[in-house]
């Protein structure tokens, strides 16, 4: 026991205290001393210090005592501040979904508020006056809506915003139809609709004046709140090219008579005519010839028929060919239409019995009975014909036609034949 500096004095034992225990001395850590037993402490207060006295000699090294008890815990200090942040670990794996939770309740429904709809938007004014209408009007030129021919329309609309440019673009299609207006009340309930054709566009100080044509719709109120929607027409196509000629149409109905034109001059003397029961005759003078397998007009061999007449032809004279191979047709060729016509002619040939022919049975188309053996002589062949002319609605001319069988070659009537025709009704 450490009891340095203080005096040691007899103390006799404490009041109570057993006798029989063994007192022992301890130093407490303020330097006062305490008597004590196994059992009960007693406090010992220090005295005063004595003078100090000479140091004693170093004593020797006592024997190392043996290891005391663990002490009682000693006082909890003060937390220390906290160390730095240590890095970020990595991302752990995604835990699993867990359960849906149930579905909340349905939120409260509002209604937003009314949008504009589409167009220009204007407001309407019933004034009819030719003027520039002020921002954002426009205005009609007849109160009643039927009779309404312009709509003035300013170029500011409700917002301040000039819309002249795309105004005047309404009237750019080439079509005639320039394009449709539709003017609409912009408020939801309100149905006041009109629509309306554009025809011409015209630019003013401050607004654009619509000739319009009315399609339909009601007059919107003063004041009204509206919007104008504009539909342009396409413009005109090409033209296409042109399409081939259609058929013929039929005659179309006879035209009234014109008037009367003035008497012209005294024409040539024409063929004779032929009265009622009474003939016409002729009398070939110059040897008629002819090579082609087209019909040729006989010389002289032409008479006048009247509308509605019925006339009998009958032919005498000499033919001849220039080769005996090649026969010979007549016909008679009628300038209109007629109801019925037709020519036969019989010749001889130089065969004995055998006879060459034609036969036509419309007008001028005829057919040749062919021939091996027709004679070339110059004298010619005798040849008989018959032939009639039923006339229709309107008169006209019959001429004899004559054509060769063998193209090339020469077929004659040779002069001094004849006809007769005589009028049959």
Not at 183 to 207: C, E, M, P
Not at 370 to 378: C, D, L, Q
Request: one cysteine or more; proline letters at 7%.
């Amino acid at each position: 026991m450490n009891i340095a500096g203080h005096h040691i004095i007899a103390v006799a034992t404490p009041t109570g205290a057993p006798a029989d225990v063994g007192w022992t001395w301890s130093e407490t850590a303020t330097g006062s001393l305490n008597l004590c037993t196994s059992t009960s402490p007693y406090t010992w207060v220090a005295g005063g210090a004595g003078p100090t006295g000479p140091t004693g000699p170093t004593g020797p090294t006592g024997p190392t005592g043996a290891t005391g008890g663990a002490g009682a815990p000693g006082v909890t200090g003060p937390t220390g501040p906290t160390g730095p942040t240590g890095p970020t670990g990595p991302t752990g794996p995604t835990g699993a979904a867990g359960a849906a939770g149930s579905t909340g309740p349905t939120g409260p429904t509002r209604a937003g508020a009314q949008g504009d709809k589409g167009g220009l938007r204007f407001n309407f004014s019933t004034t009819t006056t030719d003027s520039d209408p002020g921002q954002g009007i426009f205005r009609y030129n007849n109160v009643t809506i039927g009779s309404v021919t312009q709509i003035f329309i300013d170029d500011l609309d409700v917002g301040g915003v000039d819309v002249s440019a795309f105004v005047a673009t309404w009237d750019d299609s080439t079509s005639t139809i320039k394009g449709y207006l539709v003017v609409k009340s912009n408020a939801n309930a309100d149905a006041t609709v009109n629509v309306w054709r554009i025809d011409s566009l015209t630019d003013a100080a401050g607004y654009t004046k619509i000739g319009v044509t009315f399609i339909s719709g009601a007059l919107p109120s003063d004041t009204e709140a509206c919007t104008i929607e504009f539909s342009r027409t396409g413009d005109l196509g090409t033209a296409g090219v042109t399409g081939p000629t259609g058929p013929t149409g039929p005659t179309g109905p006879t035209g009234a008579d014109g008037v009367t034109g003035p008497t012209g001059p005294t024409g040539p003397t024409g063929a004779d005519g032929i009265d009622s029961f009474s003939t016409h005759k002729f009398v070939l003078a110059t040897t008629f010839s002819m090579s082609s397998t087209g019909p040729a007009a006989v010389t002289g061999f032409v008479f006048t028929f009247a509308a509605n007449k019925a006339y009998q032809v009958d032919f005498v004279g000499l033919v001849t060919s220039a080769a005996t191979t090649c026969g010979l047709a007549f016909a008679l060729d009628v300038s209109t239409g007629v109801t019925q016509v037709g020519f036969q002619h019989v010749s001889p040939l130089s065969v004995s019995g055998a006879l060459l022919g034609s036969s036509s049975i419309s007008d001028g188309a005829n057919t040749v009975l062919p021939t091996t053996s027709f004679s070339s002589g110059a004298g010619g062949q005798m040849a008989i014909g018959k032939g009639f002319v039923f006339a229709g609605a309107t008169g006209g001319t019959a001429q004899l036609t004559l054509r060769s069988e063998v193209s090339g070659t020469a077929v004659s009537v040779v002069s001094g034949s004849s006809w007769r025709v005589m009028l049959m009704n």
